[in-house]
């Protein structure tokens, strides 16, 4: 090859790797500048979908992180008052968190009437008491707003058409109070059923209940839900049920703590995740902060799930056979297990059932019974059963407890 050959060919190589290098930073740049616009075209359809809350941006039900204690605490406490205090029949509770207040009458949230006896248990009439009318074998309730009959009138809840199926000397007392966690009820039971000694206690729950027991705060991992300040905290402690932060904090001193490290007992709730209240330097960009919150894993059991409600239901069965009563714990699916959703849980794999089942915890599933209604009449658009269901549940709950009862005389 020639000299003249030899520069050429050199020339040609620097001109390819010249274009090349050009190649390449021309892809590199376009390959940016379309990540840069599907960044933006992402925050802008982001941005278009968000609805403002008063607890922070919500996209869909996805609520984007970080929240900020001081705007979730003034909204419940909106809720509290507006809700409650002003229309309802709860009151703050010291050890129970909140309670049905005796002698209140009120409106529900679906505009049902609520009226409380003088126990302090939901009521046909505002001062009734439940004293007063006699019955050769008395039902206590116990439980959360499926128990209580959220989103109904008395008439319309299971309670009062268990009664109803029964008939003659038998009344069923609803002691049932909406948000209450497993911990509450059995709670409940100790200070207000327990010296009543009725002859059945049937505790009533949904799978989130069993999750509620290792909370302290509802505003923290329970977003959207109205009730005060804080619930009691149970913690296993040499293997007995110790109470750890009682007597509780009023809803008007929780909220106003500015700041969510200072709230009593904190650390102790396991919806609690610090990041999730931490600012970070991307908080202006919504879909950054969307895939942030997307990330983040709901609430889920544990083995202190498990061994805690074990200890719970298994203390409340001891103590409503010692009093002569028959303990009954009973499983109501909810509307997010029955809704018929492409991620609503099977029966067989709800948590509640799970969670019962590792507990070993003898109860009386009603699943069966509440798929047996047409899926558009099971609940309301509160999430509650609707006047249908509550009877046919009532039919089904009829049912075991003669039987119950049966096997109990022979």
Known sequence: MSSAQFDSSQGDGQKFAGLTSKY???????GLLSLALLLILGEILIRLFTVSDPEG?????????????????????????????DSGVLAFDPILGWTVAPNKKGVGPAGEKLFSSTEGARARDQRESLRDRYAALSIALIGNSYVFGSDVNFEDTWGYHLEQRFGGDVKVLNFGVPGYGVDQAYLRYLKDVRELRPKIAILGLISHDLLRTTMVYYA?????????????????????????????PSPEDVYAIQSIEQLPYIVYDRAYRPSEWQSQWYDVFYLFR????????????????????????????????SKGTLPLIVYLPSYLE????????????????????????DFVDLTDCVEGVEGQR????????????????????????????????S
Request: glycine residues 6%; contains cysteine.
């Open 24 to 30: 390449v930073r021309l892809s590199f740049t376009l």
């Open 290 to 321: 969307f895939v942030v919150s997307f990330s983040f894993a709901e609430l889920r059991p544990s083995t202190e799930t498990v061994s805690l409600n074990r200890a719970i239901l298994n203390s409340f069965v001891r103590e409503a056979t």
């Open 338 to 361: 029955l809704s018929g959703g492409r991620d609503a849980p099977s029966r067989t794999t709800s948590l509640g059932v799970q969670v019962l089942k590792d507990a070993e915890v």
């Open 220 to 248: 923290v991992g329970f977003p959207g839900a109205v009730a005060p300040g804080a619930k009691p905290r149970f913690m296993l402690i040499d293997g007995q049920l110790k109470l750890i932060n009682t007597p509780l």
């Open 378 to 409: 099971r609940f309301t658009r509160g999430w509650h059963y609707t006047p249908h269901t509550n009877s046919v549940l009532a039919d089904c709950l009829h049912d075991v407890l003669i039987a119950r009862l049966s096997r109990r005389a």
């Open 57 to 85: 941006p919500l996209v869909g039900n996805l609520r984007l992180l970080p929240r900020y204690w001081p705007n979730v605490a003034n909204q419940w406490q909106r809720r509290w008052r507006q809700h409650h205090s």
